[in-house]
T-cell receptor, first 114, second 112 residues
Framework: GAGVSQSPSNKVTEKGKDVELRCDPI?????LYWYRQSLGQGLEFLIY????????KSGLPSDRFSAERTGGSVSTLTIQRTQQEDSAVYLC????????????FGPGTRLTVL | DAKTTQPNSMESNEEEPVHLPCNHS???????IHWYRQLPSQGPEYVIH???SNVNNRMASLAIAEDRKSSTLILHRATLRDAAVYYC?????????????FGKGTKLTVNP
């Protein structure tokens, strides 16, 4: 079946602009996660959704970052007033609920802020 | 979150077994041991997980020490496609956020 898809695959923007990144999880997966991976850095957690609510937003780096999920499916990560340090690969993952369940990752969106 | 310690890098030859170690001395009784790997230019992919007993699947085997303070991911016959960064991660089985906390992992190089 279809895996996790993300769009766009690449996004180049100018400093100060807003960007929206989209994630389509695997159908039926109730949990959705956003991570990011900066050059030379490891993968860091941003936010976790269970259904449409986000019980853990602890990884969002600033109030410029927000995310929503609608219909228990598609999620959008929005970065306002982008900065150069926001440049990274943004990865989305989905899973069935449960810490023992594997997370399936999408291919990521590479964001470059000029 | 309980921490894991892995070597920064390891090297192997094609078609030989690879043993990737992970130390997790502060593991709690409810922590599951998960392994993910990230191939170049791809998102991470699940490899295997376990709680107390050794586990086998089509990709690998997971050997868990009796005291659970360490574990070893075993690739029985390494291929060039197995070259990746391997992450050992502890996840609390009681739930909560269920996020994955990635460390730096072990970069595995497979020589032809």
């Amino acid at each position: 079946g279809a895996g996790v898809s993300q769009s766009p695959s690449n996004k180049v923007t100018e400093k100060g602009k807003d960007v929206e990144l989209r994630c389509d999880p695997i159908s039926g997966h109730t949990a959705l996660y956003w991570y990011r991976q900066s050059l030379g850095q490891g993968l860091e957690f941003l936010i976790y959704f269970q259904g449409n609510s986000a019980p853990d937003k602890s990884g969002l780096p600033s109030d410029r970052f927000s995310a929503e999920r609608t219909g228990g499916s598609v999620s959008t990560l929005t970065i306002q007033r982008t900065q150069q340090e926001d440049s990274a690969v943004y990865l989305c993952a989905s899973s069935f609920k449960g810490a023992w369940n594997e997370q399936f990752f999408g291919p990521g969106t590479r964001l470059t802020v000029l | 979150d309980a921490k894991t310690t892995q070597p920064n890098s390891m090297e192997s030859n094609e078609e030989e077994p690879v043993h990737l170690p992970c130390n997790h001395s502060t593991i709690s009784g409810t922590d599951y041991i998960h392994w993910y790997r990230q191939l170049p230019s791809q998102g991470p992919e699940y490899v295997i997980h376990g709680l107390t007993s050794n586990v086998n699947n089509r990709m690998a085997s997971l050997a868990i020490a009796e005291d659970r303070k360490s574990s070893t991911l075993i690739l029985h016959r390494a291929t060039l496609r197995d070259a990746a960064v391997y992450y050992c991660i502890l996840r609390d089985g009681r739930g909560g956020s269920e996020k994955l906390v990635f460390g730096k992992g072990t970069k595995l190089t497979v020589n032809p």
